[in-house]
């Protein structure tokens, strides 16, 4: 076995010179002469120095794991894949797949496109990926790049550990709930008694090596050297600026003024000033008195779909770029062009609160590992190593240090945890304190979560997975979205739903206000009078009658990508539905039936998120707790002219905590729906309030009137029993 890795190992590595009838190891056809360019900027990488003791250790570590250990750049997460596919090809396809996560799909995307252009394969065929709504993978994939999520969604519905012979969980640094999770399953398998002897490779920044290391019981370390180049002297603000965006804009136009040699990298707490960023550079630097051609201003986020690969491309044109992004380049993205990092220090994060069921939009300090990793990126990367970096932190020294925690925070301690615990019980881990976690998460979150599952009915009487609960499961959904889903094929709306649940998922409606009154006009033809849920609904459908033309997206303020992946994830969702013979319905959009069928099934699902305007003023009381909300500034119903009145009680898809509290895609209900819908118990749970003793009143008032109607049906059954006795 080793002597094939060393062979391989030395195939893969000759020049031109050294063999013109080389052939690829993976599909028998002579590397072509791209491959050797390609090759050569491998070799420049910090990791090829560790490159055989790291096949060494893969093939000899006693527990099956090994951890990787390097700053970003140094070209872990393109090579470490690259060779445990050499790996599996020694050892004979016995599984047939090396599986690489990534914390985010944009990121498996990038990686898999970069890679399959390193080995000289073809995309699809001997190297894939696995992203939400897109498989480009075929039988004979031998390299995947995998979404985390998607990979514990499949661990989960097996038995075993999953189809693969070397599992690489990348940048597990970033703390994603699923690299966490994934974790925890694999330390619990034990994969030394496991058959076909599988590897996992832990890739991590060296800042989170030593909790990966007690964690897994010491295994063995493979560490990268640092690169040659040299991280410039960050230079420190005195003081933060009132304006993020101004401030870096300004940094960014001197920087072009100078003509200093080498890319821009910007990173700004959200997407909103992302944007903001990017429109302002791009007036801007048509205008600036610099030889050659203009920068190009590029943003890099998740809102951007597949569009970020543009800041790979037209390396050779002479254009100066200038990327701006957010913690989403922190790790992952290694651009080897950038000369100059612009760091506002701080991200704009959701966090879930368990007690009230509520998203906090928190804009707080990035960790120290992070702020490193962003000044490492001013030295840039093989091949291009240019001199006179910079860096510029856009606050105070003492900013970092005094508030700065050491690593990311995880994520497990920050998100809803229903959709994990759903996962967990359908590996029949009975408790989660049955599975371990890098970092355990909060008990009431634990318990909110099991809870909530419990009102969903998605668990029996013994707190294992009900019937529904397994089919619930099933689908890339919010349990409590997919519990309405599945409510939608006992009220005959299937259809609309299945357009509701992947415009929820992917492209929940208008994000920015209107830039004139054209554009407002034109969002309003595409409201419905029913509320949020409907207008989406209507969006969709003119979307696909329009042709999913972008300029048509664009002229009304919405996403082209999100409206495009909300199409491929309903037809995903469509075709799961077919495979577990669950029944469809005809289109009925716009019917009076249809309209309140559509609203049981959404108050089937969504009974935990109603809200009552106690006082006729749009200040809704929230029912599972006393927090008060506003509607959404992009609400249809804020929209509509005076004296429109607010609904007196909503039901809405999610809850942030912000400077003005927001409920999001909101639409009218009536009580009695909710009386009827949802289950007793919860109604009896809520807290005191003047909204829980109406709907325990109106339950009362129902259920008389539901015995008086039964009573009197009996009576006339009777009468018409004791007519025909005498006829």
Not at 231 to 260: F, G, H, S
Not at 568 to 591: D, N, T, V, W
Request: aromatic share 8%; proline share 9%; with cysteine.
């Amino acid at each position: 076995m080793a002597s094939q890795l060393l062979r391989l190992a030395e195939e893969s590595g000759l020049s031109p010179g050294e063999s013109e009838l080389a052939v690829n190891p993976f599909d028998g056809l002579p590397f072509s002469s791209h491959y050797y360019e390609l090759l050569e900027q491998r070799r420049a990488l910090p990791i090829w120095a560790a490159r055989f003791i790291f096949l060494e250790q893969l093939e000899s570590s006693p527990s099956g794991v090994v951890l990787v250990s390097g700053e970003p750049g140094s070209g872990k997460s393109t090579q470490i894949p690259q060779w445990c596919a050499e790996f599996a090809l020694a050892r004979g396809f016995q599984k047939g797949r090396v599986t690489v996560t990534q914390p985010y799909p944009l990121a498996a995307l990038s990686l898999a496109l970069r890679v399959a252009d390193e080995m000289d394969l073809t995309l699809g065929h001997e190297v894939g990926y696995s992203i939400p709504q897109e498989d480009c993978t075929g039988p004979h994939t031998l390299l995947r790049f995998c979404w985390d999520r998607l990979l514990l969604q499949e661990v989960a519905s097996t038995r075993g550990t999953g189809a693969w012979d070397v599992l690489v969980l990348d940048e597990a640094q970033e703390r994603s709930v699923a690299s966490d999770l994934l974790q925890g399953l694999l330390r619990d398998a034990r994969l030394g008694n496991l058959p076909d002897d599988p590897r996992v490779v832990v890739v991590t920044d060296p800042a989170f090596e030593p909790k990966l290391q007690a964690f897994w019981g010491d295994p063995p370390i493979v560490h990268v050297p640092r690169g040659p180049g040299r991280c410039p002297t960050p230079i420190y603000r005195d003081t933060v600026p009132t304006d993020r965006v101004k401030a870096a804009c300004q940094a960014v136009l001197e920087l072009c003024r100078k003509e200093a040699p080498g890319d821009v990298l910007v990173y700004l707490p959200s997407e909103e000033e992302i944007s903001l960023c990017c429109e302002f550079l791009s007036r801007e630097v048509g205008t600036l008195a610099v030889p050659g051609l203009p920068p190009r201003v590029l943003p890099l986020h998740p809102g951007h779909g597949q569009a970020v690969q543009a800041v790979y491309e037209d390396t050779d044109s002479g254009a100066r770029k200038v990327v701006v992004t957010h913690w989403l380049a922190d790790f992952s993205f290694s651009l080897p062009s950038i000369r100059h990092v612009i760091d506002s220090g701080l991200e704009l994060r959701s966090v879930y609160n368990p007690q009230i069921r509520a998203e906090s939009q928190m804009l707080r300090p990035i960790s120290k590992c992070q702020a490193e990793a962003r000044q490492v990126r001013a030295r840039g990367a093989p091949p291009v190593f240019l001199p006179s970096g910079s860096c510029l932190c856009l606050y105070p020294k003492s900013f970092q240090e005094l508030e700065a925690p050491p690593l990311p925070q995880p994520r497990v301690c920050e998100e809803n945890l229903s959709p994990l615990l759903l996962l967990l019980k359908r590996r029949q881990i009975a408790e989660p304190g049955d599975c371990h976690f890098l970092d355990r998460p909060a008990p009431e979150a634990l318990m909110q979560a099991l809870e909530d599952l419990d009102y969903l009915a998605a668990l029996d009487d013994e707190g294992d997975l009900s019937d529904l609960g397994v089919i619930l499961s099933e689908f890339p959904l919010p349990p409590e979205l997919a519990k309405a889903l599945l409510a939608s094929c006992e009220f005959d709306c299937v259809d609309e739903m299945l357009t509701l649940a992947a415009m929820l998922t992917a492209a929940p409606g208008f994000t920015r206000p209107p830039l004139c009154a054209e554009e407002a006009a034109l969002r309003r033809a595409l409201e419905h009078a029913d509320g949020d849920h409907s207008s989406l609904i209507q969006v969709y459908e003119a979307f696909i009658q329009n042709g999913a033309d972008k300029a048509w997206c664009q002229t009304r303020g919405l996403n082209w990508a999100a409206l495009c992946q909300a199409q491929k994830l309903r037809g995903e969702l469509l075709e799961l539905m077919q495979r577990i013979e669950l029944p469809l319905s005809q289109p009925a959009f716009g019917s009076e039936k249809n309209r309140r069928d559509l609203q049981k099934a959404l108050v089937s699902g969504y009974f935990l998120k109603v809200a009552r305007d106690t006082d006729g003023t749009g200040n809704y009381l929230l029912l599972t707790h006393k927090h008060v909300a506003q509607l959404s500034p992009y609400c249809c119903y804020r929209s509509r002219r005076a004296p429109a009145r607010p609904p007196p009680w909503v039901i809405y898809h999610s809850f942030s905590i912000s400077k003005d509290n927001c409920l999001s895609i909101v639409s009218e209900i009536q009580p009695q729906m909710l009386v009827e819908l949802a289950p007793p118990y919860f109604l009896s749970n809520l807290p005191p309030s003047e909204s829980r003793d109406f709907l325990n009143q109106l339950r009362e008032e129902m259920a008389a009137s539901s015995t008086a109607s039964t009573e009197s049906e009996s009576s006339s059954t009777q009468e018409f029993g004791d007519a025909c006795v005498l006829q």
